[in-house]
């Protein structure tokens, strides 16, 4: 074997273990959102057992009709969030395609909205223009939801979580903003939070800390679509990440966003 072979060798083992760190840190998020998920599916059960047990009582058709809509209705919800988990678990590929980036927050706060209204932690978003980049979703998403847990995390008993899409043309980048009321970090630890396996996180009685991985892989991540990353922070007030990539043309049509079509939509605790 000649040495150039030897180092593509190594490229090539370097590049599988980062894909296996990635996928690791991928499942411990998943995993900080075990209890939110399991709490909004006994909700939906309740909803749908109580309205169950309506339409069995009530022999008119108007009483039945409400009784199947809202059975409906907890059941289009219930599947939304297990496709999007399903789909979030899944080991992403390395394609990057051009997307609104809208989308892409709407496919990540579907997991995140009930974790968000159970600490309360009030959400708005905002949204400017056509933010279209070309991106690998499934690695952005990734680096979203660390950062929204992150962001929640930071807000004990409850703050505002200010999250910003949006094209800006003079600079040519499709931008979002993450914004919490929360802790914030002290200068000497700002410097630290992007290195590998640092965390404040302390380990909760289940053994659950931080791994530290979340932003360096975001930094990775972002690089390798040419973007930026910036963070500000202010301790007592809170933090924003700023995530920065080029401005992409549509190349296809863009399917229609639903719940952030609008300049703002809010979840209320
Ligand atoms: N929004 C934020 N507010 C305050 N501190 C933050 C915020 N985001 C990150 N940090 C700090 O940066 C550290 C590193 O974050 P990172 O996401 O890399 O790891 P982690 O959250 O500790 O662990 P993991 O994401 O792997 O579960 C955190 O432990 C925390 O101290
Ligand atoms: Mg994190």
Redesign the pocket.
């Given at each position: 074997m000649t040495e150039r072979d030897d180092c593509q060798k190594h490229l090539a083992e370097i590049q599988a273990l980062r894909e296996e760190l990635m996928q690791a840190?991928k499942m411990?998020?998943v995993g900080?959102l075990a209890s939110s998920v399991t709490h909004e599916f006994n909700n939906i059960l309740t909803t749908v057992i109580n309205y169950a047990k309506m339409g069995l009582r009530h022999k008119n058709e108007e009483t039945r009709d409400k009784a199947f809509s809202k059975i409906l209705a907890a059941g289009q919800r219930a599947s939304k969030i297990t496709t999007g988990m399903l789909a979030y678990a899944r080991n992403g590929s390395d394609r990057r395609e051009v997307m609104n980036l809208v989308e892409l927050v709407e496919d990540v706060l579907v997991l995140v909205e009930k974790d968000l209204q159970i600490h309360r932690v009030r959400l708005q978003t905002h949204v400017e223009g056509e933010p279209l980049a070309e991106v690998n979703a499934s690695q952005i998403q990734q680096v979203l939801l660390?950062?929204i847990?992150?962001?929640r995390?930071?807000m004990d008993g409850g703050g505002r979580l200010d999250i910003g899409i949006r094209a800006n043309p003079d600079s040519k980048c499709a931008e979002i903003s993450?914004r919490?009321s929360?802790?914030?970090?002290p200068g000497d630890?700002l410097r630290?939070?992007?290195d590998q396996f640092?965390?404040?996180?302390t380990a909760d009685a289940q053994g659950q800390?931080?791994?530290?991985?979340?932003?360096?892989?975001?930094r990775d991540v972002i690089e390798a679509h040419h973007g930026r990353l910036r963070?500000d922070?202010a301790v007592g007030k809170?933090?924003t990440?700023t995530l920065k990539f080029p401005l992409a043309q549509a190349r296809v049509a863009n399917k229609p966003t639903n719940i952030i079509r609008s300049s703002t939509a809010a979840t209320q605790p």
């Open positions: 840190q411990s998020s900080a660390n950062m847990i992150n962001a995390q930071a993450i919490d929360g802790a914030g970090i630890q630290k939070i992007f640092y965390t404040t996180k800390g931080g791994t530290g991985l979340g932003l360096a892989l975001a963070v922070s809170g933090t990440f």
